[in-house]
């Protein structure tokens, strides 16, 4: 049984960092791919940035490019979401979430997302 579980969320200024964490267990997902969304408090959950699990290929949301960076540690089957200059308008439960037929390439991310972490808040002050 896949389980997602993320850490790292927290309380941050504006223009500070912060570090979000995904760790994976029951992981057999080697050829699809892994995503982070995020939703803020009245608003649909929405993409961030996705990679695939045995390669590089990232894609991002065009609101957090440049800013977020996604990536993965294989021995620790865990996926991480470095935000750096961030902004108000970032505060939301950020989830991971990936599937057996999730697909990542450098022009999107697509397919169905089997399994969810809980999620962790990430509040940016201004």
């Known amino acids: 049984q896949v389980q997602l579980v993320e850490s790292g969320g927290g309380l941050v200024q504006a223009g500070g960092s912060l570090r979000v964490s995904c760790a994976a267990s029951?992981?057999?997902?080697?050829?699809?791919?892994v995503a982070w969304f995020r939703q803020a408090p009245g608003k649909e959950r929405e993409f961030v940035a996705g990679?695939?699990?045995?390669?590089?290929?990232?894609y991002y949301a065009d609101s957090v490019k440049g800013r977020f960076t996604i990536s993965r540690d294989n021995a620790k089957a865990t996926v991480y979401l470095q935000m750096n200059s961030l902004k108000p308008e970032d505060t939301a439960v950020y989830y991971c979430a990936t599937g057996a037929a999730y697909q990542c390439s450098r022009s999107g991310c697509d397919g169905s997302l089997d399994y969810w972490g809980q999620g962790t808040q990430v509040t940016v002050s201004s």
């Open positions: 029951g992981l057999s997902l080697r050829n699809s791919a």
């Open positions: 990679m695939r699990w045995n390669a590089f290929t990232t």
